[in-house]
């Protein structure tokens, strides 16, 4: 390998201002400054993931494939930076140059390829496996516009186009020479054995690679991303006969397939370009995992012992049958033991139990993209009948292909991603596949990564630990527990309780300069902040605090806890509830933030266009996570983690991964409240469960009515009666119900804050006892309970 030495963070800097952009420090824009920076991080990122490719390839060892529609990675500057451990470097060299670090990272646009949990938790598993060493790559799609830009009018949710690749960006590597032609439509001929597919139309899938670097750069992998392209780009007999726009349509088409992030991420769209979407990156990534298999190894019999894929969720489920095309129709590999194959290696993750998300599309649709999957589908949906004679359910029913029936039938292992989630599976949805392959279901408790979710958003606590413990908590989490003794020393537990302190008053500092929110950094910090959804419960935040205000209203002298409500998230363009939710909190923040009588007690905020950045500012300064979905509803949530871990104790129900956070932190650290999964199914059985919980709540009542009669939107007082007149309905989510546990578990909070020793404790045991929620753990789980691979570190 050619050797290079390394020159200083400055001269690097220096060079790439000058060579790579054209430019003078005089002369430099803040982009550039940026982009120079990220490039002499990036040459350094380069030679670590040279290193870690030469050493798979040497050691032949097995590889995981981690296929996913989503990728939310947010910024990579600061997360390169701080895995080089070039912090105070990059500080030091920019400041030469009169440039300040947190603006040159502030200029960096959040890749948003991602909706919530699922995309993120897809970049902290990249992270993880970086970290740990294991070889393996992220496929994904390229998409152009990420998560719709969220901002409010009159209260109300507005949708911009997002435009990260519009300002230029630095981790990305084009590779014109990787291409793979995907297609769709057509027919299938039969010639004896030989079956072939002919699609009618055909884009290419370009690739483009990002290093994903780990901790201490010891090791890097690839995160490869597909664009599409077309394969003739320009009509010329078209221009020659000046139809311009038909000259350039062949380009144009063939984009749209990248052109952007569906953004629900929980129900499909049902529409033919998800699908296409789907394919084209589950094609693209098989046929290039296929091409580097065979350089390196040859046999495909031998496949699942040297590829481990992932499926993150049934977005890529068309894998399954794609991979037994290709080795059954295109290699020749006998039907049976192409599904053999394929089985071993593919493993599934799925994500959610909402019956609305749970993918399926009509044949009619399938069987016209995708004409030889259908009926490939067909086979193995046979053979697993003939296999299991006890067999009910079809994965093709009600003129649908069931994505998650296949999946399963297609993967050695099935996990869900919390303790919770995991049992319900068994249960629910897999219970008939569940008793047919009772090994196959596994559990793997989401996690996330502590050098993005501690290390770099929270320095001034990561500080503490540090000196504290040393550093080993950077890459072994579980060290935290060594903080426990420090717990009960005063003068530790007040540095602990400045930090957090501080935390607050630089994000309150923030809240007055960029949206004019003025707020006292004493009052507690109350957090929800995740995708809107009725499950997820924010209108049981808001009601609460409505009631709250009511009764402050009442008493304006009592001794209360002063409290920011502070929400954040996105709903899904077409989610009316959900914007409605959203628009309600907006309305009742201004009336009620402007009430001279409560507003030193009681103050709302929700900040727009929730990203990874505005997470990565708001979960170190949260006083309190609001973890509040109906139970049997969360699969995981992982956000519940972050906060555990920064130091915010959760007010929430037993739902997903708060269990475990409970069974973790201590359940006298965790404000537990509301029905638990089995009591929601039996409360549901209840007649008039809404009506008799607000019957027997006058808070509640009193805080229906009020938004009823139009108190928080006075020129349409009826604006608000698809909410009330859901609560006071049907009420699925059982908001009506939850409500007065809720209340009670807010009034404890209320309490145990006004103990700020006793609060700093609390907080400090959520942060020694979060160790296990590393998504280091997660990584290492799998490895070994699903893709049987290994690290090259250890
Ligand atoms: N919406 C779950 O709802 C979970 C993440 C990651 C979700 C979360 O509870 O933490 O996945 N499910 O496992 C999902 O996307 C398609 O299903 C999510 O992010």
Do not use: C
């Given at each position: 390998m050619l050797q290079l030495s390394t020159p200083s963070l400055r001269d690097s800097i220096l060079r790439h201002l000058t060579y790579?952009?054209?430019?003078d420090p005089e002369h430099a824009i803040l982009e550039d400054w940026r982009m120079a920076l990220s490039y002499a991080v990036r040459d350094r990122i380069v030679d670590a993931w040279f290193k870690a490719t030469h050493q798979t390839y040497e050691t032949g060892a097995k590889r995981v494939y981690y296929l996913s529609?989503?990728?939310?990675?947010?910024?990579?500057l600061e997360d390169g930076i701080v895995n080089l451990e070039l912090v105070e470097e990059a500080k030091s060299a920019l400041a030469e140059f009169s440039k300040d670090y947190n603006d040159v990272l502030a200029d960096e646009p959040d890749?948003?390829?991602?909706?919530?949990g699922l995309g993120r938790l897809a970049a902290c598993f990249l992270e993880s496996l970086s970290t740990i060493g294991c070889p393996a790559h992220g496929y994904g799609i390229r998409y152009e516009h990420g998560l719709f830009r969220q901002s409010f009018v009159g209260g109300r949710q507005v949708e911009q186009p997002e435009l990260w690749l519009g300002q230029r960006h630095a981790w990305e590597f084009e590779r014109p020479e990787v291409r793979y032609r995907i297609g769709f439509g057509g027919h299938v001929t039969n010639h004896g054995e030989t079956v072939r597919w002919h699609p009618a139309e055909e884009v290419e899938a370009e690739a483009f690679d990002t290093p994903v670097v780990g901790w201490k750069g010891r090791w890097a992998n690839t995160l490869r991303l597909w664009s599409g392209r077309a394969i003739?780009?320009?009509?010329l007999a078209a221009f020659n006969h000046g139809d311009y726009a038909a000259a350039a349509a062949p380009e144009a088409l063939a984009r749209t397939i990248s052109r952007?992030?569906?953004?629900?991420?929980?129900?499909?769209?049902?529409k033919e370009l998800r699908l296409k979407q789907e394919y084209f990156l589950t094609g693209a990534a098989l046929r290039d995992i296929l091409r580097r298999f065979n350089n390196q190894?040859?046999?495909?019999?031998?496949l699942p012992s040297k590829v481990a894929i992932q499926l993150?969720?049934?977005?890529?489920?068309i894998a399954g049958p794609e991979l037994i095309r290709i080795l059954h129709?295109?290699?020749?590999?006998p039907f049976d033991e192409s599904m053999d194959i394929a089985r071993n290696t593919l493993s599934y993750t799925n994500h959610t139990l909402l019956p609305e998300a749970l993918e399926s599309w009509g044949e009619a649709l399938f069987g016209r993209l995708l004409p030889r999957h259908i009926q490939i589908i067909d086979q193995i949906d046979n053979e697993h009948a003939n296999r299991n004679p006890?067999?009910?359910?079809?994965?093709?029913a009600d003129h649908q292909v069931k994505m998650g029936q296949l999946s399963f039938v297609m993967a050695h292992k099935v996990n869900g991603v919390s303790a919770l989630h995991t049992e319900l599976m068994k249960t629910t949805v897999f219970e008939e596949l569940h008793n047919l392959h009772p090994d196959r279901i596994v559990n793997q408790t989401n996690g996330v990564t502590?050098?993005?979710?501690?290390l770099a958003c929270n320095p001034r606590l990561a500080g503490l630990i540090t000196e504290s413990?040393?550093?080993?908590?950077?890459?072994?989490?579980?060290?935290?527990?060594?903080l426990e003794p420090y717990i009960e020393d005063a003068g530790w537990l007040d540095r602990y309780g400045k930090v957090k302190r501080d935390n607050k008053v630089e994000l309150s500092n923030w809240m007055g300069q960029a949206h004019g929110f003025h707020v006292d950094?004493?009052?507690?910090?109350d957090v929800q902040i995740k995708r809107l959804h009725e499950y997820k419960r924010q209108h049981l935040n808001i009601l609460e605090t409505i009631a709250h205000w009511l009764e402050i209203r009442d008493?304006?002298?009592?001794?209360w806890t002063p409290r920011l409500k502070l929400f954040a998230g996105k709903a899904a363009p077409g989610y009316f509830f959900a914007k409605d939710i959203i628009r309600l909190i907006n309305d009742a923040a201004a009336v009620i933030n402007a009430d001279p009588l409560t507003n030193k007690y009681l103050k709302i905020a929700f900040l727009p266009n929730y990203n990874v950045t505005l997470a990565e500012r708001l979960v170190p300064a949260a006083d309190l996570s609001e973890?509040?979905?109906?139970?049997?509803?969360?699969?995981?949530?992982?956000g519940n983690m972050k906060f555990a871990l920064n130091g915010a104790p959760t007010v929430g129900t037993l739902d997903g991964a708060n269990v475990e956070i409970r069974d973790h932190v201590g359940a006298e650290n965790f404000f537990l409240f509301g029905m638990t999964a089995e009591e929601v199914m039996e409360r549901?059985?209840?007649?008039?469960h809404a009506q008799k919980a607000i019957a027997a709540d006058p808070r509640l009542a009193r805080a229906l009515e009020v938004i009823r009669e139009g108190r928080f939107s006075p020129a349409e007082p009826e604006r608000y009666h698809n909410i009330t007149g859901n609560l006071e309905g049907a009420d699925y989510f059982l908001v009506c119900s939850d409500f007065s546990d809720y209340w009670r578990a807010q009034r404890e909070v209320d309490a145990a804050f006004k103990d700020q020793q006793g609060w700093a404790r609390m907080a400090a045991f959520n942060t020694a006892r979060s160790?296990?929620?590393?998504s280091d753990r997660t990584i290492r789980g799998y490895m070994k309970d699903i893709w049987d691979a290994k690290s090259l570190l250890d």
């Open positions: 790579s952009f054209g430019k529609m989503e990728f939310l990675i947010g910024r990579l890749a948003a390829l991602g909706n919530g003739h780009p320009f009509d952007v992030l569906y953004p629900d991420d929980t129900t499909e769209q049902g190894f040859g046999d495909l019999r031998k993150n969720d049934t977005h890529p489920a129709d295109e290699r020749g590999i006890s067999r009910t359910q079809s994965m093709r502590p050098r993005r979710w501690l413990i040393g550093e080993v908590w950077v890459d072994d989490l579980e060290q935290l527990e060594k950094p004493d009052m507690i910090f008493n304006p002298d009592a001794d973890q509040i979905s109906t139970a049997g509803k969360e699969a995981s949530g992982t549901r059985m209840v007649e008039s160790g296990w929620f590393s």
